[in-house]
């Protein structure tokens, strides 16, 4: 961090920060910032506090109100806090969501297609030249190899499962390197994107490199996803529509609790600068 960067913590950790006269201590908003990643300290920090600063704004109308806490328990033991409980109380009392109707679900689909298909699907072999991501000369020796059987396949194709029964350290070795089908996520993202540059019946021209190794890739088969009819992803739109319209409500309304108070020390612009510690209001 730079003598600058430094300098703006410093000053925004002087700064007295409070919701009407009651003052958020800078050490709670140390530990909360280790919950807001952010690409700087200060603005982990800016977060950390501004999510506090809500927190409290809620705590204060819970108990203004004469909201009393009632602590749920999820499915694996975890109990709520009493300010957890108090938070949630007065969000389930003062805000209200709205179901979205089926026309509101029916244009968000029409509107957003591409979201709704199911996945690609690769029919795919490899051969692993395995070497330890911090074991240079291994990786060197593993990139080497992998160069060279490529040179090999492209002079004899059909010895593919061959050379991965003799060559591979993946277990997909024992069946000649074939993976079966894979989607999305089910390999790194190296191997996944070297897989979508690819057409039916060929193999990769150069090693791929992974934090496994170096792969020779070759692709049999590619499915295509196909588009989801709105019947199948009704019930995801309609969740998704109520969390949005859920954290907007709320947003809305811890706004309007921060114009009726007095915070000082930091500013809260707008709603979606809003955070609520746990996650943030949109």
Known sequence: MGCSARGALANAQRTKIAVNGVTIPHDMISREAQYHPAPTPLAAWTAAARALVVRELLLQEARRIGIEPEPETDGEGRRETDEE??????????????????????????????????????????????????????????????????????????????????????PSAKSGGNLGQRGPGDTTPEFEAALRRLAPGEMTSEPVESRYGFHIIHLTRRIDGRELPFELVRERIAAYLTERSRRTAIAQYVARLAAASEVSGISLPTPADLRVSGGPVQ
């Not at 689909?109 to 029919?123: C, K």
């Not at 060197?140 to 490529?150: F, G, H, M, Y």
């Open 85 to 170: 409980a108090l938070i949630r109380g007065l969000i389930d009392r003062e805000v209200t969501t709205p179901e979205p109707d089926e026309e509101t679900c029916r244009r968000y689909y029409r509107q957003n297609r591409g979201r709704f298909r199911s996945a690609d699907l690769f029919e795919a072999s490899h051969i692993l030249l395995a070497a330890h991501p911090e074991d240079e000369e291994g990786r060197s020796a593993a990139r080497n190899k992998a160069e060279q059987l490529i040179a090999d396949l492209r002079e004899s194709p059909q010895l593919f499962a061959d050379f991965a029964r003799i060559h591979s350290a993946c």
